[in-house]
């Protein structure tokens, strides 16, 4: 039997559940009524002429409060004088207590048979199934499938505070967009949560998580960083659920995705999709994605948008935006004499029917109480404020609820890109108070750092601490820094603060751009001509002092341990990264500036990917003649660094920089022996269940080199599909979703009388 917590209903939603589950034991109609002043009336049936029932639903946490109330009670039911009086409530009941209860109602009610606790109604749920199911926010909190969250073999950050569960299901409302996920999972293993900041998207990924958990998967992971992390832990035979929250978010902007992600990602899906047994959930915000698209092409893929389930508030019923509003103030403790304010005039209306109606707001004005600054009658006006403008949410807190050092912490992180070591994070702090120390008179010591950081821990940034103890800071949420760009960008003189004061390559790219134009994608802060000169001024002065701040997240294997690695490699980016930005702006100083400093460092120094791509783009933006070593040496060293197929890839694009030396260099017998050497490399590297990827990469080697690899690629071949096999045989045959995938019910009420119903209550409760 579940163990479930009433509590994590409302008074309004326990009482529509005692209706439904009394309903379906007696097999009669009960009448529910308006919330407010019931008489000692929840609910009432009439049997028949010589029988009619009232019930009366308490939602309570202890007997002592529920003691107290039902003995205010007793005046009402004996005015009432029903024949038979019935009692649900949330609180577990001893057997003493029955009794106490039962002699207290004597002769209302006829024995303790008709007073059900705790222990009863899930004794009841059991029996009647269809309840159960309707009740989503019971089976999603229910003890078993929070243990099973618990024991599951998780990873990384998959590892949820119980308390965090049950407080987000608290205010969790289903609508449509649940069935249409597990929809989506059914036919293709993943799924793409996509919308607006703040509409809910990780908190819908969250319910799909915790429901797929409920029906025995094995494994949980929370894809933190990059899609190397799901190819950590995927493991065959394992039903496996995947987690990827705001996987084009953390870099994209500052610069795209990075290591072959995007193709990497795709590999990934095209996976999932073939396999019984694994589930990939990904969220994102939708405006990144789109902007994704437009510069990744493996990303613009039309099997995509047929997975994508976008949460859009314009489909949101008034039901589901009130519900929302709703289950945020009935749990977040707001003073009666504030809520009444509310409810006078239906004033609540106005906030579920606004224009700005956003979860988010809703949730950060709960989360600061911002009703502890004004009075009673001035409520549903200061809330009201919030809507009409939305930045406001996070302005307020901003200039009003931070110290100074804090604001320039959020600044100058706005500007940097999470994840950031702290200890990077405090070098970029103190860079802008000296280099502004006029402006800013300020001193942060590692004491006062210390207090910037617990301030603003849990409400604007978070902190994660790896094996090492070394701490990375990122933002809480990604409206955040949406709302920081904002901040910035009409504020001249701050801007120049700011890039006076930059210590950290990252921070050119991340906030700031030279393209001018206006466009739904262009989400960073344009310069003008006159701070255009500054920030190109700055990059020249202090170009080889700048260090970089970009961090990523290795998990080790097998365990729960991780490590937060710095990339020190970054020459290469850092001058292409200027070139393709002067794309957009005309500045030949910048230009001749990068192309001699590319002249000095020419000699390959391939470090990893994303040099290795740079160098090559710098190639191709340098005149031939102006290439101050032998092309052959270049070749020759190029081909000493080539160590996997991708580096293979990439070298056969020096053919047509530099064909003759190229073709000399292919033609030499020691180049077979590199062939060889990587295609081991990889054969030997690559899991079983990769081998239909390695092949698709050996035929293209065969291809571009010429090379026969018919024999490894049949090995390869033959491996694989035993593989296939085996597994299938494993594999049983289930359907998953036979029972998941039903209509969100909507309430006996018309769409007012429902609304009014769940409010009038709400200052009562």
Known sequence: MNEYNFLNLSSFEFENFSRDILQEKFDVFFESFTSGQDGGIDLRATVSKEENIIVQAKRYTKYSDLKSTLKTELKSVKTLNPDRYIITTSVGLTPPNKNEILKMFHPYIKSTEDIFGKNDLNNLLGLYPKVEERYYKLWLSSTNILKRLVHSTVYNQSKFELEEIRETLKIYVQNNSFKEALDILKSNNYVIISGIPGIGKTTLSRMLVYRLLAKEYDDFIYVSESINDAYSFYEDGKKQIFFFDDFLGRNFLETGLSMNEDSKLIKFIEKIKKTKNKIFILATREYILNQAKNSFESLNNPSLELVKCTLDLSKYTKIIKAEILYNHLFFANVPKSHLKNLVANKSYSKLIEHKSYNPRIIETFVQNQFWDNCEPNDFSKTILSFFDNPTSVWLHAFENTISKGSQITLLVLSTIGTPVLLEDLRIAINSFVIANIKKYPLTIDSIEFKKIIKELESTFISTKMDSSKKIAVEFQNPSIQDFLINYIKDKEVLIGDLINSFCFVSQFFRVFTFDKSKSEFNRRIPLDDKLLEQYVNKIISDFHLFKSSYIYRANF???????????????????????????????????????EEFKQIIEPQLTGYSERKAYLKLLNKIDRKDINISKVDLVNSFADQVNSIESLKDFSKLKELFSEEYEEFIANPNFENIIEEVVEYEIQSTEVNQYENLIDELKELENDFGFNLDNDINDLSEKHAEFMHEFDQKMEKEDDYSHEAREYEEEMYKEEEFISNLFDGLADE
């Not at 991780?562 to 990339?567: A, D, E, H, I, L």
């Open 557 to 595: 294997q097998n365990s729960n341990r991780f490590g937060w690695f710095r990339n020190d490699d970054f020459k290469y980016s850092f001058l292409i990264q200027i070139l393709e930005e002067l794309e957009k702006s005309s500045n030949k100083k910048l230009h001749d500036f990068v192309i």
